[in-house]
């Protein structure tokens, strides 16, 4: 709100010509769709954090899932320079809405091209195991301090070392994506080593045997 006031303000100082307007008209532009995203994200938190949230629920195939990811992520990890790696451990089939799902896994590789080192390799991977089905997301950057593991989670936190979000993002990626993941019954959590990249597991419930 303060970037597109000073911007107004600025714009109507004096008299400017119309490319300038149009510039500052452009700069507006960028700043509301950013608010607008704010403002989604935390209504989906608060929704999720009191059991608000609707979700459709079906079965959800979660190879297919992670190559529509993939696919739809591949151009932004071409230009950093990195790999994106799917692999499936065993088949599996999650019970949730695959909208949610997907955004869930969204944040995840968008978080993990954030940090991934150019010529490295960003991987997802699914599998089911005794305790339902699950999905992983793994990258080979810098990691996370262990004193950062405890508020990765927490809406606009952001870790100031190895991890900082120099590189954008509004630090509610992390905490929807866990909300949601909770919404739906299942569990959120990361892993990491300093120096050896982080990994984030989504566990779901799977569904139902027909």
């Given at each position: 709100v303060t970037n597109l006031r000073g911007t107004v303000e600025v714009a109507l100082r004096r008299p400017r010509a119309p490319e300038a307007y149009r510039e500052a008209l452009e700069t507006c532009r960028s700043e509301t769709e950013r608010l607008s995203v704010l403002v989604r994200d935390l209504l989906d938190l608060a929704r999720g954090e009191t059991g608000a949230l609707a979700l459709e629920r079906s079965p959800v195939d979660l190879s297919a899932l992670l190559c529509r990811a993939v696919q739809a992520h591949d151009a932004s990890a071409r230009e950093r320079g990195v790999v994106l790696e799917r692999r499936e451990t065993s088949p599996a089939t999650a019970w949730g809405d695959p909208t949610r799902l997907r955004q869930i896994v969204d944040n995840l590789v968008d978080n993990a091209l954030r940090f991934a080192p150019e010529g490295s390799a960003v991987t997802l991977e699914t599998g089911r195991d005794d305790g339902g089905v699950w999905v992983r997301v793994g990258d080979r950057g810098p990691g996370i301090a262990p004193e950062d593991l405890p508020h990765l989670f927490e809406r606009?936190?952001?870790?100031?070392?190895?991890?900082?979000r120099a590189t954008g993002g509004l630090g509610l990626g992390l905490a929807i994506?866990?909300?949601?993941?909770?919404?739906?019954?299942?569990?959120?959590?990361?892993?990491?080593?300093p120096g050896e990249g982080a990994r984030f597991t989504l566990r779901l419930p799977a569904a139902p045997e027909s």
């Open positions: 606009f936190w952001r870790a100031d070392r190895s991890r900082a994506a866990r909300t949601l993941a909770e919404a739906h019954g299942g569990s959120l959590e990361a892993r990491s080593v």
